[in-house]
């Protein structure tokens, strides 16, 4: 497969599209920006919902790949999150098939593991192929992509690397992100690797920063050419003092997915 150039950025009005809105570029890539929201400063921004089947397959086309990170990024209701992440993930892929669109990186969450037992001591870190165990019907949702994303590489042969994000933000805010932390230049990094190793079929990584308390396996992004450059160690003394270390026999510490994995469901319809 030929280096992608030009890749839509859908969910670019958010957090990490802001992010990756800035960095993508120094990779070469032209991104076209597709949100439900318009974007200050970017007139040629796409403004549509994944729901809009005819928007999106616009959006897609011409397009030599995708990073797909639109959609409700916590816990909602079970009806938002259908809309909005699994019917609006099955009709970018959709789209993405019918506009021969032939790469997708998709930004899974570590939540689709999020009631996986955090390591702790000398436990081994969590392998890629660990059983999904979804905290929430938004991590539920992205085990729907992944897998969808699985049926697209078997029967259309168009590739997905899905990753399971950590917590991709300019700073860890919080003892557990020192483990799950993501730098956005090593976003960034991951996402250029996803986009252009070749041979990918469906992989599945995590997404996180070189992290000395790193819970998860990052040999599979790093067999794709991800080399992460950052480590959270250097915001853990602050954080440290601040919060205490994380107490395993609280439940919200005892799981990957942290406080999503304790947090009630508190959604409106
Ligand atoms: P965000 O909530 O800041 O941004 C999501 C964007 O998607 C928003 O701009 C929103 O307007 C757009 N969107 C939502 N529904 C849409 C629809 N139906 N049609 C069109 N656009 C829609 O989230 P963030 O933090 O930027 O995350 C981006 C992606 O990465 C999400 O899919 C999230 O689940 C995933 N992720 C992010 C993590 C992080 O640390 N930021 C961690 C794990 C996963
Ligand atoms: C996610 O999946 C969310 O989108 C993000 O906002 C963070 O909460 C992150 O997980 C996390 O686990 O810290």
Same mark, same amino acid.
């Given at each position: 497969m030929p280096a992608p150039?030009?890749? #839509?950025?859908?969910?670019?009005?958010? &957090?990490?599209?802001?992010?990756?809105?800035? #960095? #993508?570029?120094?990779?070469?890539?032209?991104?076209?920006?597709?949100?439900?929201?318009?974007?200050?400063?970017?007139?040629?921004?796409?403004?549509?919902? !994944?729901?809009? +089947?005819?928007?999106?397959?616009?959006?897609?086309?011409?397009?030599?790949?995708?990073?797909? !990170?639109?959609?409700?990024?916590?816990?909602?209701?079970?009806?938002?999150?259908?809309?909005?992440?699994?019917?609006?993930?099955?009709? #970018?892929?959709?789209?993405?098939?019918?506009?021969?669109?032939r790469r997708?990186?998709?930004?899974?969450?570590?939540?689709?593991?999020?009631?996986?037992?955090?390591?702790?001591?000398?436990?081994?870190?969590?392998?890629?192929?660990?059983? +999904?165990?979804?905290?929430?019907?938004?991590?539920?949702?992205?085990?729907?992509?992944?897998?969808?994303?699985?049926?697209?590489?078997?029967?259309?042969?168009?590739e997905?690397?899905?990753?399971?994000? &950590?917590?991709?933000?300019?700073?860890?805010?919080?003892?557990?992100?020192?483990?799950?932390?993501?730098?956005?230049?090593?976003?960034?990094?991951?996402?250029?690797?996803?986009?252009?190793?070749e041979g990918? &079929?469906?992989?599945?990584?995590?997404?996180?920063?070189?992290?000395? +308390?790193?819970?998860?396996?990052?040999?599979?992004?790093?067999?794709?050419?991800?080399?992460?450059?950052?480590?959270?160690?250097?915001?853990?003394?602050?954080?440290?003092?601040?919060?205490?270390?994380?107490?395993?026999?609280?439940?919200?510490?005892?799981?990957?997915?942290?406080?999503?994995?304790?947090?009630?469901?508190?959604?409106?319809?």
């Open positions: 150039r030009t890749v #839509l950025l859908t969910g670019a009005a958010g &957090g990490l599209g802001t992010l990756m809105r800035e #960095l #993508l570029p120094r990779y070469g890539y032209e991104l076209r920006l597709f949100d439900m929201r318009p974007i200050d400063g970017e007139p040629d921004a796409v403004v549509g919902d !994944l729901g809009d +089947r005819d928007a999106v397959r616009e959006a897609v086309r011409g397009v030599d790949a995708v990073v797909h !990170l639109a959609g409700i990024s916590l816990e909602a209701s079970f009806d938002k999150i259908l809309r909005a992440n699994i019917e609006g993930t099955y009709n #970018l892929y959709e789209a993405a098939r019918e506009e021969g669109v997708i990186v998709f930004a899974s969450s570590n939540h689709a593991v999020g009631y996986t037992p955090r390591p702790q001591g000398d436990d081994p870190l969590i392998p890629v192929d660990t059983p +999904r165990r979804p905290d929430t019907f938004y991590g539920l949702s992205k085990c729907f992509g992944e897998d969808l994303a699985q049926l697209y590489w078997d029967k259309h042969g168009m997905t690397v899905s990753v399971r994000i &950590g917590s991709c933000f300019p700073e860890p805010t919080s003892v557990r992100m020192l483990s799950v932390w993501m730098s956005p230049a090593d976003g960034a990094r991951l996402f250029h690797a996803a986009l252009t190793a990918v &079929g469906h992989t599945v990584v995590y997404g996180s920063s070189a992290n000395t +308390r790193l819970w998860w396996d990052l040999r599979s992004a790093r067999a794709l050419g991800y080399d992460p450059q950052d480590d959270s160690e250097v915001f853990a003394e602050k954080l440290v003092a601040e919060q205490g270390e994380l107490d395993p026999a609280d439940p919200a510490h005892a799981c990957l997915g942290g406080h999503f994995v304790t947090n009630p469901p508190i959604w409106p319809h």
